[in-house]
């Protein structure tokens, strides 16, 4: 049933849709709308969920790993801060290797305080052992919440779903809501084979000393190998029940572009209409969206780029002293090919900034008439440019 | 006398916690209280370890290991999905120590009580944070030695007044129990395992390492923080209603601090300055249980007359 919602309700719905069990969080703009709408799921009994209204973010995640070891289907959601303020529990919550999907709209970290959407949030838990799905609109939102969960519950790893502050989270859109009954068959209810049971007692996340500890990591490490491969054939499956599907990433005019622009987010639906113009005015380019960023697609990020001469890279985040992340990632993947195009990273929208079309044009003749980036990190679209060194 | 105390031990031997350890001692008579219907939700400290390496497990209970602030908030998700799951039988318990309690798990735990989470919360009190190595917590007594009050920065501070603070939150139970008295520990964990709601139970667990105490004495010396009324042995139902378990012999406090070396740097006044507080809690104490401390009885504060100790 096509309906019009706003983003953040998507997950909303997805939510209800996956028959949580356990929801618990903590208020932050962006997120909360998200929350709310499933307060009310809850009260008013469209949702059977166990709702704990916790006194801090890190709380919510601590009691869904007690929910979740426990045996049963979690949700949270948060933003910046809150999930600043989380990052020891998401290491705890993989390394328990708990299924928890959470939402994570993005939004610049304080100070100055900024609500707006920056992605440097979720980009900082790169190495907690998170999946992590970035989504363009509300429908793909709302679909990669219920695939989260099967690609949660499949390789017993957490999964974060993040949006875009505002241009997703507050936007209202068109969203086709699947059935209750076709959900239910796509994704049966979760049953772990280990849980707190005082039929069989065990004991769990306990001291782990060095003979044992690193076939652990090595354990986590094989099964976020594994979740690519799981999330492409889950994607699979959800095409043959619901019509719609994704992919890890998604190519657009690459097979024969001179320059790809490599985006993720909101960011990559101005990107689409760049590139259809640039192509009728006969330029070369072509757009790689990024969907799944861990485990990082390393092999179809070759297979869609490694033609072309130059990629140009927008990242809405940054890593302090290094540069983009996207772009630090996509040079990573690239570095041992003997034959590779150029990386260009751009900085662009931090804070909620809006990068336009204008902006995106820009960018494509600078990396079309520049025969080498002039430095790691190239800022685009600021007041004031930095002061010569 | 008969004694309640059922065999059936849910602790095995051969665990690591040191020699005397007050924790190991407190455990066993939980859950020989408890049962087997228990989840156990362990934050980070001394238990962490006493309970076991990875494939092995101390305990016959299901043990949840959790980041040290988080034993509030991991219980009630615990509770959570038991409920799901049609399970009202299993008791949820949350066992810190003081740090995790008295300190960094202070917002968990009073976000959970406040929510009046359905969870027995133990907090064993050896009154430093022990596993890092004797370090000062907002439970270390005034006068205390530690690594990080060492010398003449012993700490001067009081001890945070824990069930207070958790009675303040109007829980349907909290109490305090020492491992010198068993069977009163066992009978308020029965009582608290009857009742709904957040309850909380503060342990008195001497800890001979930490306290430089001969770890034959750590049962003597908690017995002689209840004699003192050093550690009064008390519950409050519904925040309200006191009652005291235990009536002083009026022992001077003097004697339990020559036995321990965390101490042993103290003056005269300064015992003398410990010995005033402890009588001002008392009395504080004896005020909320509905009993005054100026009358005629063996309510009353007891004399000083120097009793010796037959603990
Ligand atoms: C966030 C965090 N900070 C610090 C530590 C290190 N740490 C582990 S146990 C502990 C002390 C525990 O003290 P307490 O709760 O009193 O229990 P005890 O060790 O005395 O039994 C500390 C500081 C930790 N695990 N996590
Ligand atoms: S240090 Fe203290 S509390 Fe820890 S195991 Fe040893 S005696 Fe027990």
Same mark, same amino acid.
């Given at each position: ?186 994704? *049966? ?20 000393? *060095? ?126 090919? *003997? ?47 930095? *002061?010569?060194? | ?56 497990? !101390? ?10 602030? !988080? ?19 299993? !008791? ?11 300190? @960094? ?43 990080? !009050? ?28 020492? @491992? ?40 003597? @010396? ?90």
């Amino acid at each position: 049933m096509k309906k019009v919602v706003e983003g953040s309700h998507a997950v909303s719905e997805a939510v209800r849709l996956c028959r949580v069990q356990v929801i618990s969080a903590y208020p932050i703009t962006p997120q909360t709308h998200i929350v709310e709408r499933l307060s009310e799921f809850c009260s008013n009994g469209s949702l059977k969920a166990k709702f704990l209204r916790v006194e801090s973010e890190h709380s919510a995640m601590a009691a869904l790993i007690g929910a979740a070891s426990a045996g049963v289907r979690t949700f949270t959601a948060t933003s910046s801060q809150g999930l600043a303020l989380m990052h020891e529990l998401l290491h705890w919550a993989s390394g328990a290797r708990l299924p928890i999907v959470m939402a994570e709209v993005n939004r610049a970290l304080a100070p100055g305080w900024n609500i707006w959407t920056d992605q440097t949030d979720s980009l900082a838990q790169r190495d907690t052992g998170w999946i992590q799905i970035y989504c363009e609109d509300a429908q793909e939102a709302l679909d990669s919440t219920i695939q989260a969960y099967k690609l949660a519950e499949t390789v017993f790893l957490p999964v974060m779903v993040i949006l875009d502050a505002f241009f997703l989270s507050h936007t209202y859109e068109p969203v086709d809501i699947p059935d209750q009954s076709d959900v239910d068959r796509f994704l *049966p209810p979760f049953r772990p084979s280990f849980r707190l049971d005082t039929r069989a007692p065990a004991a769990f996340n306990q001291l782990s000393p *060095p003979n044992v500890y690193m076939e652990m990591r090595r354990d986590l490490q094989d099964a976020m190998e594994s979740a690519l491969h799981a999330l492409l054939s889950i994607d699979d499956e959800y095409r043959s029940f619901f019509g719609r599907s994704y992919g890890a990433v998604e190519a657009v005019h690459c097979d024969d572009a001179d320059i790809i622009f490599v985006t993720s987010g909101t960011i990559s639906s101005t990107c689409r209409l760049v590139v259809e113009k640039l192509r009728r005015d006969g330029e070369k380019i072509g757009l790689l969206k990024m969907r799944l960023f861990r485990p990082f697609p390393y092999s179809l990020v070759k297979q869609w780029t490694l033609k072309a001469r130059k990629l140009a890279v927008i990242d809405r985040n940054f890593s302090f002293g290094a540069s983009g992340i996207f772009a630090q990632e996509i040079r990573a993947a690239l570095c041992n090919e *003997p034959k590779r195009p150029l990386v260009f990273g751009y900085v662009a929208g931090l804070g909620g900034r809006d990068v336009t079309p204008e902006l995106l044009e820009e960018i494509y003749w600078k990396t079309k008439t520049s025969a080498h980036p002039e430095s790691e990190s190239l800022w685009m679209g600021l007041q004031h440019p930095a *002061p010569a060194a | 006398m008969e004694s309640n105390v059922q065999d059936r031990e849910y602790m095995c031997s051969g665990h690591v916690g040191c020699p005397g350890c007050g924790a190991a001692i407190a455990m066993r008579f939980l859950l020989k209280a408890l049962g087997e219907k228990t989840v156990m939700v362990i934050p980070a400290c001394c238990w962490s370890i006493i309970a076991g390496p990875y494939p092995q497990s !101390t305990l016959r209970v299901p043990v949840l290991h959790t980041a040290f602030e !988080t034993g509030g908030a991991v219980a009630s998700g615990v509770r959570a999905a038991l409920d799901l799951q049609g399970d009202r039988e299993t !008791t949820v318990v949350t066992w810190a120590g003081d740090g995790g309690t008295f300190d @960094i798990g202070f917002q968990a735990l009073s976000g959970a009580v406040e929510r009046n989470e359905d969870f027995i919360y133990v907090c064993y009190d050896n009154e430093a944070y022990m596993n890092t190595g004797v370090q000062r917590s907002s439970s270390t007594p005034y006068g205390a030695w530690t690594t990080t !009050t060492p010398g003449q920065e012993w700490k001067k501070l009081r001890k945070k007044n824990i069930v207070e603070a958790l009675v303040a939150h109007r829980i349907p139970y909290a109490a305090t129990a020492s @491992i010198a008295f068993p069977e009163d520990l066992m009978r308020k964990v029965h009582k608290a395992k009857g009742i709904r709601g957040s309850r909380f139970l503060h342990i008195y667990a001497s800890c001979p390492t930490g306290w430089r105490l001969p770890s034959e004495l750590a049962v003597k @010396i908690a017995r002689m923080a209840v004699q003192t009324n050093i550690f009064p042995l008390y519950e409050v139902e519904n925040g309200v209603r006191y009652t005291i378990n235990y009536m002083p012999k009026g022992y001077l406090v003097r004697e339990y601090f020559k036995l321990q070396g965390r101490f042993k740097h103290l003056t005269d006044a300064d015992l003398e300055e410990i010995q005033r507080m402890v009588d001002e809690d008392w009395e504080l104490l004896l005020r909320k249980a509905g009993l005054s401390p100026g009358a005629a009885g063996p309510i009353a504060t007891p004399s000083r007359a120097s009793v010796p100790f037959r603990g």
